[in-house]
């Protein structure tokens, strides 16, 4: 590989990179955000490269799912150490292939260690053959398996370049499966720094492959193979996805966009729900697939909460640094800040007025953008229900708890929403929201923390969900193991159907009245 980078070291870009199934000769140089400037040269995969890619995965998955469970976790384990452990560079890799600041970036290594802690602890007692009751009571034995689905397609974005690639293949593989991954090709490095620590935590080899190209040839030759698909993205690619894999009836999770709603409600501490509105609106400079982008106040706080908001937005520093002090960073692309630009002079001129921010930042990096809030937005702009997927937020006065309910439904998302105020009150209006999180008094790392608690998306935001048992179980096929004994279920030959019926129906209403089902 030529030299090309002068922002992370050549011999480790070498090392990476030498990890992608590519033998095409060919290859694509990525930039930072931060700067514009070239960052890494990646070998491109070709289609022969995909081939390969699933075959090795496939032989590697075979002898990796006879592997004891005790193995997968302990594994897993050595994993969460290792990202601690090493969390100096991973940092690096993130902020500089997506621009955001460190702080953000941590969020990354912290949700890695959370996932790979959790499936390491609870791995054993999820895929433990689970004894149900059977048939004919005592002379039926049913045990449910949980075994693996076999190669798992990945397709990850950019914005969470490290937890994004690695922390949904982690149940995966931890269910005996084989990953094979294309990262995005803006973030490439980061995803590739996550298969090292795969391969040094214990994990075989070949089980996790990583392709690298164009979404259209290389993700669509993923969908073409894998046994399932892991798809993270826009909505628009998530539902091209979900007609591929419908053709080949495998199963498919899809964590797509939302145009995520908060509400402060009457009651609620003005500072909290300020504060707590900037890291959930800004949290990536706004990049962030459970980001904030509406805020709902009541009347009765809406004036008090509008100025602390600002001036906490206003306060904010924005730098292209891999220091620890800064506290917003980079959009990620050109498309990036030209989606915010756009977004902005279209609400204005459609009646909206700037509160804080609005302007792009070049002196800074070429696609920094200031944390923005509207207030006035109009139905009529694009930025009123679409996702801007920026650092961008609508203020918004309501007056009745009722309404506001209808005003966070509204729209055709359903992936995260926010609620600050009395605990009480706010919980009895969460689970009227369409969403597959709800946060109470926090913007999303309440539930996007809590490994435990399953994360997605209701209407277009997505189907399937990731952590939690049903993360796991969304990699395996249930099988039920039956064992019948003594007599056959259809009962045995010397008896005569009808007397046979007569005693199943005697059976039956017997058991209709025994407590257990
Ligand atoms: P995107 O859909 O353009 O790309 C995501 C991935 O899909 C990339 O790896 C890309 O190369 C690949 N891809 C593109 N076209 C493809 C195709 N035809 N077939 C197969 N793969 C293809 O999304 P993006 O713009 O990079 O990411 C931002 C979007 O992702 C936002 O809408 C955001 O809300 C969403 N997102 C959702 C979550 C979630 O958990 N719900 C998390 C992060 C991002």
Known sequence: MPASSTLFPQSRIDVLT??????????????SPFTGEPLAVVPV???????????????????????????R?????KLHDLVLERQDELLDLIQLESGKSRRHAFDE????????????RRLRRQLRPDGRPGVIPLLTDITVHHVPKGVVGIISPWNYPLTMAVADGLPAIAAGNAVVQKPDSQSPLTALAGLELLRDAGFPADLWQV???????VGTALVQQADYICFTGSTATGTGIA??????????SLELGGKNPMIVLPGADVEKAAAGAVNACFSSAGQLCVSIERLYVHDTLYDAFRAAFVRRVDALSLGASLDWDVEIG???SPAQLETVTKHVADAVANGATVLVGGEARPEIGPYFFEPTVLEGVTDAAECFAGETFGPLVSLYRYSQVEEVVELANAGEYGLNASIYGPVRQAKAIATRIKAGTVNINE?????????????????????GRRQGDEGLYRYTETQSVGVQRLLPVSGPAFVKPQLYARLMTFALRLMRRTPRA
């Open 109 to 120: 290594i912290a949700h890695l260690a959370l996932t790979a802690r959790y499936y390491g």
């Open 18 to 31: 030498a990890q992608i199934r590519s033998t095409t000769g060919e290859s694509r140089t990525t930039t």
């Open 243 to 252: 007609k591929l894999a419908a053709e080949r009836l495998i199963g498919y």
């Open 45 to 71: 995969s070709s289609l022969d490269d995909v081939d390969a890619a699933f075959d090795a995965a496939r032989a590697a998955q075979v002898r990796w799912s006879r592997t004891a469970v005790r193995q």
């Open 330 to 332: 980079s959009l990620v």
């Open 73 to 77: 976790a302990k594994a897993l384990l």
């Open 443 to 463: 913007g999303f790392g309440a539930t996007f923390g809590s490994i435990d608690a399953p994360m997605g998306g209701m209407r277009t935001s997505g189907t």
């Open 211 to 217: 392709v690298s190209g164009a979404g259209s040839v």
